[in-house]
Structures are given as C-alpha cells and as structure tokens.
C-alpha cells in the first residue's frame, strides 16, 4: 500500500517555474514506477510523465519535453517534477501515481493516486 501527497502547485506567471513534490509513505516505494499527471477543466487525464523504480529511465509527453523533467529520491520516498517555462496551457490539477507496470503512460495502469495540487499558469 503507497499513499502519496503532492505539493509545490500554485499561481505563476506564463515563463515561470514550479516544482512539484510527492511524497510517499510504505515502505515499498522503490517497488513502484511513479507518474505525474494532470487534468485541465473538461478534459480527460493526460500523461504528463513517468519515471522507473532505479529512476534510471524516463519519459515525457511531448507537450512537455524539454521543459519538465521529472526525478525521484528513493531514500527520502520522493518524486519531483520540476517544471519550467510554463505555459498557460499547462494549467491543470497535477497528480503524482504508482504502479507496479514499467515504463506506462496509462492512468488506468497506475494503482495509487495523491489528492492532486493545482498548477495555475497567467498569460
């Protein structure tokens, strides 16, 4: 069992940067790939990123390549994702996610979910 609790959402300016932050309680953490997603008003749950259990190998959506990077510190059960050159369309509700599927971008592959924090990007 993992339960997970973002932080680090807020209001920015479009340019701006933000990093958000997932921590995770259990003790079987590095067991998981670890996901951040997001949702805008009236759309469906979009793939932001994902990173495997070692954080060896990551992927991004290409909405965000070059500009998220997404990382994980195992020892502190954590997963970052540090966001620059925001845009407005990047505003959303971001959640971070676990599961035990390597290398997926599938919400409904993801088995543990956080609250959510809100990201609000001004133009």
């Known amino acids: 069992q993992v339960q997970l609790v973002e932080s680090g959402g807020g209001l920015v300016q479009a340019g701006g940067s933000l990093r958000l932050s997932c921590a995770a309680s259990?003790?079987?953490?590095?067991?998981?790939?670890m996901g951040w997603f997001r949702q805008a008003p009236g759309k469906e749950r979009e793939f932001v990123a994902t990173i495997s259990r070692s954080g060896g190998t990551t992927s991004y959506a290409d909405s965000v390549k070059g500009r998220f990077t997404i990382s994980r510190d195992n020892t502190e059960k954590t997963v970052h994702l540090q966001m620059n050159s925001l845009k407005p369309e990047d505003t959303a509700v971001y959640y971070c996610a676990a599961t035990v599927v390597p290398f997926t971008q599938t919400p409904h592959d993801y088995h543990y979910w956080g609250q959510g924090t809100q990201v609000t990007v001004s133009s």
């Open positions: 259990g003790r079987t953490f590095s067991s998981y790939a």
